[in-house]
Structure formats: structure tokens, C-alpha cells
């Protein structure tokens, strides 16, 4: 059973700093991509990063300069390192997975198959 365990949220305040952990467990692939969204309140879920097997990591615009997805193979985790938040950044966070043939890295929900609980990110301002 594929299960993803996302951690390390919280309350900060504006300009600080978080990083998110997502635990894989279950997951065998040699082509795969782990995907960061968030969903903030009233509004949909956005992807905002992932890194393919290969270790090439993507990021869409907002938080390019910001945020960093990094993968630790030894401890099956992948890494989200939040810098310079600010209070729009406030959402649920959720990490997703799914294999990918040939590497490839999406930014879009639909792409993916597992995904984690959740953790809640609140930047204060």
C-alpha cells in the first residue's frame, strides 16, 4: 500500500521560514514524480513544485526564488524548504506521487495518484 505522510507545518510569521517533509512508504518505481500542492481557503489546489526520479525539480512562478523541493532517497523523502513566506501563502499543503515513464514532472493534480493528508501552513502577517 502506497502511503505519503506530509509534516512539518505550522503557524510563522511573515518573512520565516518552514520546511515540509513528505514520508513515501509502499512506493516502488524506478520513473516516479512527487508533486507539492496547496489549497488555500475557498480556492482550488495548486501545484506549485515536484521532482522526478531523475532529481530534476520543477517550480511554478509564485514561488520560484522562495521554495525548494529536494529529495533524500535514503530516508524515502522529499522536501519542501519555504523561505520568505508570506500570509498569502497560507493553505493546506499536500504532497502527491505517481509513476511517470519517462521521467516526467506535472504540476497539475490530475496527474497523480497518491497523495497525503495534508498539513496547514498559516503565515501571519
Known amino acids: 500500500e502506497v502511503q505519503l505522510q506530509a509534516s512539518g507545518g505550522g503557524l510563522v510569521q511573515a518573512g520565516g521560514s518552514l520546511r515540509l517533509s513528505c514520508a513515501v512508504s509502499?512506493?516502488?518505481?524506478?520513473?516516479?514524480?512527487i508533486g507539492w500542492f496547496r489549497q488555500a481557503p475557498g480556492k482550488g489546489r495548486v501545484g506549485l513544485s515536484c521532482i522526478n526520479s531523475r532529481g530534476s525539480p520543477y517550480y511554478t512562478d509564485s514561488i520560484k526564488g522562495r521554495f525548494t523541493i529536494s529529495s533524500d532517497s535514503t530516508k524515502n523523502t522529499i522536501y519542501l524548504q519555504m523561505n520568505s513566506l508570506k500570509p498569502d501563502d497560507t493553505a493546506v499543503y499536500y504532497c502527491?506521487?505517481?509513476?511517470?515513464?519517462?521521467?516526467?514532472?506535472?504540476?497539475?493534480?490530475?496527474?497523480?495518484?497518491?497523495w497525503g493528508q495534508g498539513t496547514q501552513v498559516t503565515v501571519s502577517s
Open positions: 502527491a506521487a505517481d509513476r511517470k515513464p519517462g521521467g516526467g514532472c506535472y504540476l497539475f493534480d490530475l496527474e497523480y495518484e497518491y
Open positions: 509502499g512506493f516502488t518505481s524506478d520513473d516516479y514524480a
